[in-house]
């Protein structure tokens, strides 16, 4: 598959040129504040302390990354020994009455599936009706 | 008020608020490495692949199976020409385009009318509006596609999205998979803060489930279903806030697989105003409430093993942000009452910073990793730096008040569109 095929829809809308200096002035300022905190949080922190907050990340990295190959090897050798599922669902398409439970009136499902506009409402007796127009 | 400063001071030597403060503090980083590590080993071994395994892994089956685009519109007059032009040029050899149309009251149905007249697009007309989960039950026994891709009617897909959905549907038991929803609207600081969240949060996060074996959510706005699961679980149900939801637990319960493909591209408009933001997010929340309601005992059987890590994830997400609710707000009140707040600094600490800087690095590597698939996410990348200062507050604050909602609410009959369009 071609990952630098054009996309339909990739023009994105943007905004004027002056909103969009306003929110990268308002990005900046944010980052500026987030290192600025840093900056301010950094020399008053222990040394232990930032080394067992590293420390605990790491493992739980190591312990992730470690379940979840494990976890896939698991299911690999699942499909290896059982191989891939097979067994199609046949479940007949029997539709009489709708999400509601109202009876579904119809001229028959083909003429539905053939026809360019279908027309569904509802009438007194809570009966949903479906034409098609022929075509 | 004297009682209220002890009561608070109580609080806040008791074992519930340090319980509450050790997960507020530590499950953002620990969940940000989980799924950052999860979804690294998703991308090496499903999307690291040269030509000719791509190739083998996206042919299409012979003979190619007939999809049904099916598009619910509900006044939707502004959008679905681009979305029926861009429908239009899939490259798919079998396919049909079905509107339908939940009784609009604007132009939706004329602008839909010259497709139909031209025999392009299909229409099915509701004259009563009943929401999104009932058209789409009204629709599909008229489809003729045993795929269905369903789409939101203001979103533009690229045209290579069904090659990019359709092989999956080899495997017999692949009940839906779900795409990769961009952001195109790009025009409030709102709106590309939910760029980065679609990109980092949801892109990582499926990555992540499927690794796992089950995802929490197809992406209603793209999502390719197998009828005959449709059947098998009964369709959709029209009282869930989240239909989309609703049906990816159904359908796994079911012993349903559902997959994410990151290669199918479709173009979302995004809500552009806090109002906007707050209504959809509302409606997720509530549904989110409704679906462990109504499938909470998964969490219990064994049978359901598999779904445990994404449901208990659900469960802890929901917990953490009742924990940001709760203690942001003891402590906003401690400092108004001049009380400094055990556990908490008006400037973050260490820890905080930790905090924040895993979240923008999993937001990073979210758009590292969906880089790829769209190129002009790059320069958007820096306005994460604002996701933990402004949206965690806001998401944790809709989840907190509004999942209970849908968790002990009675259910509607029928949940109706409330879809802001501009």
Known sequence: MNRE????GADPKRCGSTREGLHALIVVCTWVLFFYWWSCVLPTTLLSDAAWAILAILVVSVCTVVLTLGWVRYNLG???RKGPRRRNLDVPEHFTVDGLGRDLVHTGWEAQRASRLITVSVDGENRKTLSAREG | ???VIAGMVFFQHTTLYWVMLTYFGFYPVFSAVVWVTTSIIYFFRKERMGEEEDATLYALPEPPPMVSVLIPAYCEEKGIEATLEAAMRIDYPRFEIVVVDDGSTDETVARVMPYVERGAVRLVRKTMNEGKAMALNDALPCLNGEIILALDADAVVDFGILRALVPHFSSARVAAVT????VSNRRTLLSKIQLIEFTSVVGLLRRAQRVWGRIQTVSGVVVAFRKQALLDVGLFD????TEDIDMS????KRFWDIRYEPKALVWMQVPETLRGLWRQRRRWAVGLGQVLRRHGGILFHQKNLRFWPVAYEAILSILWSACFVILTSLWILSYSMGIHPIGAYPIPNFWGMIIATTCIAQLTV???LDRHYDRSIRPYAAVAVLYPAIYWA???TITFFFTPIGFFRRRPKITLWKTERK
């Not at chain 1, 095929?5 to 339909?8: F, H, I, K, L, T």
């Not at chain 2, 795409?179 to 961009?182: E, K, S, T």
């Not at chain 2, 029209?238 to 806030?241: D, G, L, Q, R």
């Open chain 1, 78 to 80: 699942i499909y290896r």
């Open chain 2, 1 to 3: 008020m004297d009682q």
């Open chain 2, 179 to 182: 795409g990769n929803p961009r």
């Open chain 2, 249 to 252: 637990w159904r359908l796994q």
């Open chain 1, 5 to 8: 095929a054009g996309r339909a």
């Open chain 2, 238 to 241: 029209p009282s869930m806030a």
């Open chain 2, 366 to 368: 979210g758009v590292v």
């Open chain 2, 394 to 396: 806001l998401m944790s």
